[in-house]
């Protein structure tokens, strides 16, 4: 059974740094790329980044491109989030998500529950 | 970049059919693969159309997928509606020009 489960979230001030895991199992997680994707409370999916099987190719939405990074380690079977210079309007809950596909994107086939950042002063 | 736009919301009674569309806003729909899917409150998403047509093992074959190229849309028909249909549903595309993952805005639906 596919599990992503996330961690790290919490009550950040803005300006802030605050780093999101998400443990993959169930799956061998060095053949899929992965996303996140966050959402607001009481609004739609965005689409945060996503990293290809082997981190060749990363890409990030303009909303948090220079701000936010995103990595993997196979050998844990790991996904990352690094969130610099937090603001507000990146309170949300985010998202990890399984590509169906490895080296580019396509359907994201399995989702975590989430971790919720609030970033307030 | 293009957008992906969808109607706020769309009700229907149980046991009959809705379409929701899926627009894009510029470039060809048939171009990049659409998704779709569903999201019932507090829980994650969950694939109920891929590859424009395609259906995950599980989803029932009420759920059915579609593009139009002359109305460069994408649709999601569900039929013989039942209320735990009742969620939000999310078309997804790819954009070739900045390979960026893009969402629409989400419909939600209503079995009344």
């Known amino acids: 059974e596919v599990q992503l489960v996330e961690s790290g979230g919490g009550l950040e001030q803005p300006g802030r740094s605050l780093r999101l895991s998400c443990a993959a199992s169930g799956f061998t997680f060095d053949n899929y790329a992965m996303h996140w994707v966050r959402q607001a409370p009481g609004k739609g999916l965005e689409w945060v980044s996503g990293?290809?099987?082997?981190?060749?190719?990363?890409v990030y939405a303009d909303s948090v491109k220079g701000r936010f990074t995103i990595s993997r380690d196979n050998a844990k079977n790991s996904l990352y989030l690094q969130m610099n210079s937090l603001r507000p309007e990146d309170t949300a809950l985010y998202s990890c998500a399984k590509d169906r596909g490895s080296s580019g994107w396509s359907n994201l086939d399995y989702w975590g529950q989430g971790a919720l950042v609030t970033v307030s002063s | 970049n293009f957008m992906l736009t969808q109607p706020h919301s769309v009700s229907e009674s149980p046991g009959k059919t809705v379409t929701i569309s899926c627009t894009r806003s510029s470039g060809s729909v048939a171009h990049n693969f659409v998704q779709w899917y569903q999201q019932r409150p507090g829980s994650s998403p969950t694939t109920v159309i891929y590859?424009?047509?395609?259906?995950p093992s599980g989803v029932p074959d009420r759920f059915s997928g579609s593009i139009d190229s002359s109305s460069n849309s994408a649709s999601l028909t569900i039929s013989g509606l039942r209320t735990e249909d009742e969620a939000d549903y999310y078309c997804q595309s790819y954009d070739s020009s900045n390979q960026n993952v893009v969402f629409g805005g989400g419909t939600k639906l209503t079995v009344l």
């Open positions: 990293i290809t099987w082997n981190g060749g190719t990363i």
């Open positions: 590859e424009d047509n395609k259906r």
